[in-house]
Protein backbone atom coordinates (compact mmCIF):
# COMPACT_ATOMS: atom_id res chain seq x y z
CA UNK A 1 0.00 0.00 0.00
CA UNK A 2 3.03 2.28 0.90
CA UNK A 3 4.33 1.67 -2.13
CA UNK A 4 1.14 2.18 -4.22
CA UNK A 5 1.36 6.08 -2.53
CA UNK A 6 4.91 6.75 -3.13
CA UNK A 7 4.07 5.94 -6.85
CA UNK A 8 1.01 8.43 -7.01
CA UNK A 9 2.99 10.82 -5.40
CA UNK A 10 5.76 10.81 -7.64
CA UNK A 11 3.18 10.65 -10.61
CA UNK A 12 1.65 13.57 -9.31
CA UNK A 13 4.45 15.88 -8.54
CA UNK A 14 5.81 15.00 -12.44
CA UNK A 15 2.22 15.81 -13.68
CA UNK A 16 2.30 19.11 -11.94
CA UNK A 17 5.66 20.36 -12.79
CA UNK A 18 4.61 19.68 -16.48
CA UNK A 19 1.49 21.51 -16.01
CA UNK A 20 3.20 24.53 -13.82
CA UNK A 21 5.94 25.20 -16.44
CA UNK A 22 5.09 23.90 -19.19
CA UNK A 23 6.12 20.45 -21.50
CA UNK A 24 8.12 22.17 -23.42
CA UNK A 25 10.49 25.07 -22.08
CA UNK A 26 12.94 24.89 -24.66
CA UNK A 27 10.66 26.17 -27.32
CA UNK A 28 9.30 28.86 -25.24
CA UNK A 29 13.09 30.35 -24.80
CA UNK A 30 13.70 29.48 -28.31
CA UNK A 31 10.51 32.02 -29.01
CA UNK A 32 11.51 34.79 -26.50
CA UNK A 33 15.26 34.74 -27.26
CA UNK A 34 13.92 36.72 -30.78
CA UNK A 35 11.67 38.69 -28.75
CA UNK A 36 12.14 42.27 -27.71
CA UNK A 37 11.06 42.87 -24.19
CA UNK A 38 9.43 46.48 -24.38
CA UNK A 39 9.82 47.55 -20.92
CA UNK A 40 13.73 46.85 -20.78
CA UNK A 41 15.26 48.51 -23.50
CA UNK A 42 17.66 46.34 -25.08
CA UNK A 43 17.10 42.72 -23.58
CA UNK A 44 15.33 40.01 -25.18
CA UNK A 45 12.20 38.33 -23.46
CA UNK A 46 14.59 35.99 -22.46
CA UNK A 47 16.68 37.91 -20.61
CA UNK A 48 14.26 40.07 -18.75
CA UNK A 49 12.55 39.50 -15.25
CA UNK A 50 10.25 42.24 -16.23
CA UNK A 51 6.48 41.51 -15.41
CA UNK A 52 5.64 42.16 -19.13
CA UNK A 53 8.68 39.52 -20.05
CA UNK A 54 7.16 37.66 -17.72
CA UNK A 55 3.81 37.03 -19.07
CA UNK A 56 5.04 37.12 -22.35
CA UNK A 57 6.49 33.87 -21.46
CA UNK A 58 3.54 32.82 -20.18
CA UNK A 59 1.66 33.96 -23.32
CA UNK A 60 4.55 31.77 -25.34
CA UNK A 61 3.81 28.66 -23.80
CA UNK A 62 -0.30 29.03 -23.81
CA UNK A 63 0.16 29.90 -27.42
CA UNK A 64 2.34 26.32 -27.88
CA UNK A 65 -0.48 24.33 -25.53
CA UNK A 66 -2.85 25.31 -28.11
CA UNK A 67 -0.86 24.05 -30.85
CA UNK A 68 0.53 26.90 -32.73
CA UNK A 69 3.58 27.19 -34.21
CA UNK A 70 6.32 29.55 -34.42
CA UNK A 71 5.13 31.64 -37.27
CA UNK A 72 1.96 31.38 -35.97
CA UNK A 73 3.00 32.87 -32.67
CA UNK A 74 5.10 35.33 -34.23
CA UNK A 75 2.52 36.87 -36.38
CA UNK A 76 0.16 37.34 -33.06
CA UNK A 77 2.79 39.29 -31.57
CA UNK A 78 3.66 41.20 -34.41
CA UNK A 79 -0.16 42.00 -34.92
CA UNK A 80 -0.32 43.02 -31.16
CA UNK A 81 2.82 45.01 -30.62
CA UNK A 82 4.39 45.87 -34.32
CA UNK A 83 7.18 44.69 -36.13
CA UNK A 84 9.31 46.10 -33.87
CA UNK A 85 9.02 43.04 -30.99
CA UNK A 86 11.08 40.80 -33.20
CA UNK A 87 14.54 40.93 -33.18
CA UNK A 88 14.96 39.19 -36.58
CA UNK A 89 12.54 40.75 -38.77
CA UNK A 90 11.08 39.14 -42.30
CA UNK A 91 12.40 40.84 -45.38
CA UNK A 92 9.21 42.84 -46.67
CA UNK A 93 8.45 46.25 -48.59
CA UNK A 94 8.46 47.90 -45.33
CA UNK A 95 12.09 46.77 -44.11
CA UNK A 96 13.57 45.85 -47.37
CA UNK A 97 15.72 49.28 -46.91
CA UNK A 98 16.69 48.11 -43.70
CA UNK A 99 18.18 44.41 -45.08
CA UNK A 100 19.45 46.15 -47.94
CA UNK A 101 21.48 49.60 -46.68
CA UNK A 102 24.47 47.40 -44.80
CA UNK A 103 25.20 45.87 -48.05
CA UNK A 104 25.54 49.24 -49.88
CA UNK A 105 27.55 50.61 -47.19
CA UNK A 106 30.04 47.36 -47.06
CA UNK A 107 30.29 48.07 -51.16
CA UNK A 108 30.48 51.59 -50.96
CA UNK A 109 33.38 51.05 -48.22
CA UNK A 110 34.92 48.23 -50.03
CA UNK A 111 34.87 50.75 -53.63
CA UNK A 112 36.91 53.61 -51.38
CA UNK A 113 39.37 51.29 -49.75
CA UNK A 114 40.10 49.92 -53.46
CA UNK A 115 40.36 53.40 -54.66
CA UNK A 116 42.53 54.98 -52.10
CA UNK A 117 44.67 51.82 -52.40
CA UNK A 118 45.29 51.81 -56.08
CA UNK A 119 46.12 55.69 -56.05
CA UNK A 120 49.13 55.11 -54.18
Do not use: H
Not at 15 to 27: H, L, Q, T, V
Not at 106 to 116: D, E, S, T, Y
Amino acid sequence: MKIKILVFTVFYLISFYNISYGANPEKVDQISKNLRCLICQGQSVYDSQSDFALSMKILIQNKIDEGKNDKQIYDFLKSKYGEWIVYDPEITKNTFLLWLLPLILFVFGAILIIRKVSIK
